[in-house]
């Protein structure tokens, strides 16, 4: 659906049922909000998301809001952006302080642990879709070589080194507009010399 035909209602829908039904904070909440806005709406394409994902990493504080706050922007500007943030969160909050007495007097059900245990492998599993499908974005896009290289660059810098994650990303996208720089002047150089012989 093309931004221009993108109702309030449908932000409001989208960015409420990824609210509600993302489990577990932001990395179950991701897979969600990528199925709303590639695959139901067709807001953003798989670049743009990754793109957006990288940025929202970099910045602080939970990223399911920045990401809801980027789309309902791209879609309609500031008012978008409010409408979606507020869809997402707002039902969860509802729902969490009216259920936190509940959840208190449950907490130590064999019934409440098991349906949050049988959850986490849901989430292992949509979590690894994901990853997936960027790795072999990142293995056509870059090539076998580079897509190794960078994923053990990243390994080390984080696992390692223990670099924030924001560092990471941003170190990541510099070289990316390097590497983006790079290219267009290599191709511009070849055309050149293919025009001259």
């Not at 590639?38 to 504080?61: C, K, M, Q, S």
């Not at 952006?81 to 969860?92: D, E, W, Y």
């Not at 009216?98 to 449950?106: H, K, Q």
């Not at 990541?172 to 511009?188: E, I, T, V």
């Amino acid at each position: 659906m093309p931004a221009g035909l993108t109702t309030y209602k449908d932000i409001i829908f989208a960015m409420g049922r990824t609210g509600i039904l993302g489990y577990g904070g932001g990395p179950s909440v991701i897979p969600l909000i990528r199925y709303e806005a590639i695959t139901r709406y067709h807001w953003v394409d798989d670049d743009e998301f990754g793109e957006t994902l990288a940025l929202a990493n970099a910045l602080p504080g939970p990223i399911a809001p920045k990401m809801a706050a980027y789309l309902g922007y791209k879609l309609k500007g500031t008012s978008g952006a409010i409408v979606a943030v507020v869809s997402h969160i707002l039902p969860t909050s509802i729902a969490v302080i009216a259920l936190l007495g509940t959840l208190y007097s449950l907490q130590h059900s064999k019934v409440v642990m098991g349906m949050i245990a049988a959850v986490r492998p849901v989430i292992l599993v949509m979590l690894a879709m994901m990853g997936y499908e960027f790795i072999s974005k990142a293995w056509k896009g870059l090539g076998k070589t580079f897509a190794i290289l960078f994923s053990l660059i990243a390994f080390l810098l984080l696992n390692t080194l223990q670099l924030h994650p924001g560092i990471v990303v941003v170190l990541f996208l510099g070289y990316g507009a390097f590497h983006l720089s790079w290219m267009d002047r290599y191709k511009k150089r070849k055309k050149q010399k293919d025009a001259s012989s």
